[in-house]
């Protein structure tokens, strides 16, 4: 049996009463109403998905039988986006976005979205952080600039509510927009909102390659200022150019948490990340939503310059195509 503590595995008997484990050790002489041998086989507890995009997934099969049968049992979302809370005009363009996985949107809060989905009946256990990038497209839309004291005050007091009924904390992913429209100062005022209730900053930092060591940075400078835990999401140099900076990053963590700061990290353990061409396109581009961006490409001027960007390490945003050993193109729609 694995405890999860980082011991070695030692043998045990595990006794669950309902939905709680109720004894550990050696329990020979007691019997359960129901007894499973797993003599030989490994005993651990549930593995928790921290970067979970089920949400769909679950909508169409709540059985979750990708993760369950590998001993997934507890499902983490919200990495920039979650589900709440809504306006009309972002159920709208969410239901216009949907691809072979269709719904009605019949919630308006992260709590409303989390109790509709265990209302459909699911296996796993579901969480949530608040997306930073629904709170900003909330309030401020689409729009590449800072928020008014109005509107960040909008988002202080969603992230507030969402935090009472329970979310984890605000999850940030600044490289795709309209995330990486948002400066340092507005995520350290959402993450203040988490600290409040012990919540935590939990981020896809601004850049993964030729500026990992300033992303990283950052989300320390956030955590300093906010007062909030903070974790790096899918911790990584991306492209070879940049794998020699993973020392330094990991010296950077470990410095801030001999400093005090509570900084965490996960990593996934495949060589390839995927992801959606927004992530390769600089926010400039996709300013003003989805169909400005698609507009924005019937230019030929504009994808001239979008070529030049592409080619090079962009000073202000990561270059997810630059920094690619390989590309492989896995999914296309077109309704026509």
């Known amino acids: 049996m694995y405890d999860g503590s980082g011991w070695p595995a030692s043998q045990a008997d595990v006794a669950i009463n309902a939905d709680t484990i109720a004894a550990v050790g050696a329990l020979g002489a007691d019997q359960g109403r129901i007894e499973i041998d797993a003599g030989g086989l490994a005993v651990a507890p549930g593995f928790i998905n921290m970067l979970s995009w089920a949400t769909e997934s679950l909508i169409a099969d709540g059985r979750s039988q990708s993760d369950i049968r590998q001993g997934v049992t507890l499902e983490v979302f919200g990495e920039g986006v979650s589900l709440g809370p809504l306006t009309p005009e972002m159920k709208q363009l969410h239901r216009e976005r949907q691809g072979d996985i269709t719904y009605d949107i019949t919630w308006t809060t992260l709590d409303e979205g ?54 984890l904390g605000v999850g940030s992913s600044l490289i795709y927009a309209p995330a990486c429209y948002a400066d340092t100062d507005e995520l350290v005022a959402l993450a203040e909102v988490a600290a409040e209730f012990g919540g935590m900053h939990i981020s896809h930092i601004r850049n993964e390659g030729t500026h990992l060591l300033e992303a990283i940075d950052e989300l320390l400078d956030i955590a300093r200022r906010s007062g909030a835990p903070a974790e790096i ?4 140099a991306a492209g070879p150019a940049n794998w020699h900076k993973l020392d330094a990053a990991l010296e950077r963590v470990e410095a801030a948490r001999a400093e005090g700061l509570r900084i965490t990290a996960d990593m996934y353990t495949y060589s390839a990340s995927a992801s959606g061409l927004d992530a390769t396109m600089p926010g400039w581009v996709q300013e003003g939503g989805h169909r400005a961006w698609v507009a924005r490409l019937q230019d030929s001027s504009i994808r001239a310059r979008l070529r030049h960007e592409l080619a090079r390490a962009a000073a202000e945003q990561q270059n997810e195509f630059l920094g690619a050993q390989k590309i492989l193109l896995t999914g296309f729609r077109n309704d026509a």
């Open 114 to 167: 989390l109790r509709a989905l265990v209302d459909r009946g699911i296996s796993p256990n579901v969480a949530s952080f608040v997306g930073a990038t629904t709170l900003r497209e909330h309030t401020v839309g689409h729009a590449d600039r800072r928020p008014t004291p109005e509107e960040l005050e909008t988002m202080r007091a969603l992230l507030r509510q969402a935090m009472e009924d329970g979310a």
């Open 233 to 236: 999401w899918h911790l990584k």
